[in-house]
């Protein structure tokens, strides 16, 4: 088994119009068995930024605290929040910083960008970015995301819409995963407003 299997996990970002989702489920385990039901993969950075962290939580969890903290610092000398695109970068290159002992953690940023224009990346346990205009997936149940998303993803979705997406998306997706599930996390953020909604799913 894989090391970024070893506590299961799934997520998800996607764009709609002048908004995005993102989603996660809500386990963690030690391969097959269950330790949470409750744990917590999408962190928000500031009010229009969010990042999950899919692989092995305890990476997650340091690196998301390295982020916060260059964010601050950030802040404190631009006084200003970062865009999610210089955010993705600053992401990369922490990532690639420590490629012969990498974090095994694979990061989905979303956030709104200028003119509410949403952004949404992933990228490898090294950095490498993949930028997407409609969708991006991460996990152990990425295989099936991208079959669910794709068949459902239209573009210039509403907010309520875009909810409605994701949220079939993952559940279905995360039903042919034994790695991940337990409800789910989704928040769907405009310029406006953030909500966030927990899911309830299979339990087994």
Not at 35 to 41: C, E, H, L, S, V
Not at 79 to 106: H, I
């Amino acid at each position: 088994m894989s090391i970024f299997e070893y506590n299961g996990s799934s997520l998800v970002a996607m764009v709609g119009k002048n908004c995005f989702a993102i989603a996660s489920d809500r386990r963690l385990g030690v391969q097959l068995q269950t330790i949470a039901t409750d744990f917590q993969r999408i962190s928000k950075i500031h009010d229009k930024l969010y990042i999950g962290l899919a692989g092995l939580a305890t990476d997650a969890q340091t690196l998301y605290q390295r982020l916060v903290f260059r964010h601050k610092l950030y802040q404190l000398r631009e006084e200003r929040n970062m865009k999610p695109e210089t955010f993705a970068s600053v992401v990369s290159a922490l990532l690639y910083e420590k490629r012969f002992g990498p974090y095994f953690c694979q990061p989905v940023i979303a956030g709104l960008g200028d003119d509410d224009k949403p952004f949404i990346c992933t990228m490898d346990s090294i950095g490498a970015k993949e930028l997407a205009k409609d969708f991006v997936v991460g996990g152990t149940s990425s295989e099936s995301l991208y079959g669910a998303c794709e068949s459902m993803y239209k573009p210039d979705m509403g907010p309520d819409e875009l909810f409605e997406t994701i949220s079939q998306a993952l559940l279905a997706s995360i039903d042919r995963d034994c790695l991940s599930g337990w409800g789910a996390h989704v928040f769907v953020v405009t310029p406006t407003e953030i909500k966030e909604r927990t899911l309830k799913g299979r339990m087994d």
